[in-house]
């Protein structure tokens, strides 16, 4: 019987427009996570580049366990442009993929010497030239340390999203960018990535997501079609 009479709560969750499912989405994170930040631990743009970086298939955490040893070594982007692959290699042999991200480290460090003057350059078109750097790192250095308003699509994001249903058919990382940003608060942007990311890493996980704790149930158009099936 109380399934029943909650199937036209889960129907409305499924009807409801995205903006009305954007609007409280938004309101509870500024309520809940006001100050949602980066995990990796940096000093610098350029610290962070290097972390960001590593982090690619890696966690933040194991990041965070390897970065304090790298940047004592090489402190800064002139350093580590003179350093060799055997100098870098021992130093980040624990991370994900150590072979191509010491050689990318190597090249983003002389590019920034040689191009930029030894400093990380701040719009998306100029970071994603540095060797290691793509679209989802440039967008989370330029967010993070300079506030601008573009949305870095990791798997977190990409699935947190789709499940809640503030992106619709989005197939690709660029495709979810794009959605997001048409309904996010251009001032919000650099904060709902954060929260996205750390929603997904700790409650809409991948597997078994803990949906039970979860403040954004109410408008969870995953969430609804789990109840719709237990109801039927």
């Known amino acids: 019987m109380g399934g029943k009479a909650d199937c036209p709560i889960f129907v409305a969750r499924l009807?409801?427009?995205r903006k009305e499912r954007y609007r409280f989405v938004i309101d509870y994170f500024l309520q809940h996570t006001p100050d949602?930040?980066?995990e990796l631990l940096y000093d610098s743009p350029y610290?962070?580049?290097v972390a960001v970086i590593l982090s690619a298939q890696c966690t933040d955490k194991r990041v965070n366990m390897t970065t304090p040893a790298l940047f004592e070594r090489f402190p800064d982007a002139a350093s580590l442009a003179r350093a060799s692959f055997d100098e870098?290699?021992?130093?980040i042999k624990s991370i994900s993929y150590p072979n191509n991200k010491t050689k990318h480290l190597i090249g983003m460090a002389n590019m920034l010497m040689d191009k930029f003057h030894g400093e990380?350059?701040?719009t998306v078109d100029e970071l994603v030239q540095l060797p290691?750097?793509?679209?989802?790192?440039?967008?989370?250095i330029t967010s993070v340390v300079d506030e601008q308003p573009n949305m870095a699509v990791d798997t977190h994001v990409f699935r947190v999203a789709a499940r809640i249903g503030l992106t619709v058919n989005a197939t690709t990382p660029l495709a979810t960018e794009k959605q997001l940003l048409e309904f996010i608060p251009r001032e919000l942007v650099h904060k709902a990535h954060h929260w996205l990311?750390?929603?997904?890493r700790y409650v809409c996980v991948a597997r078994n997501p803990k949906c039970g704790?979860?403040?954004i149930q109410p408008v969870c158009k995953y969430y609804a079609g789990l109840k719709k099936k237990e109801n039927k």
Not at 132 to 140: E, H, L
Not at 197 to 200: A, F, N, Q, S, T
């Open 197 to 200: 990311i750390l929603h997904g």
């Open 213 to 215: 704790q979860c403040g």
């Open 132 to 140: 290691g750097v793509g679209r989802k790192t440039a967008n989370v």
């Open 36 to 38: 949602a930040e980066t």
């Open 120 to 122: 990380v350059p701040m």
């Open 88 to 91: 870098l290699f021992p130093l």
């Open 15 to 17: 009807a409801m427009t």
């Open 47 to 49: 610290q962070l580049l």
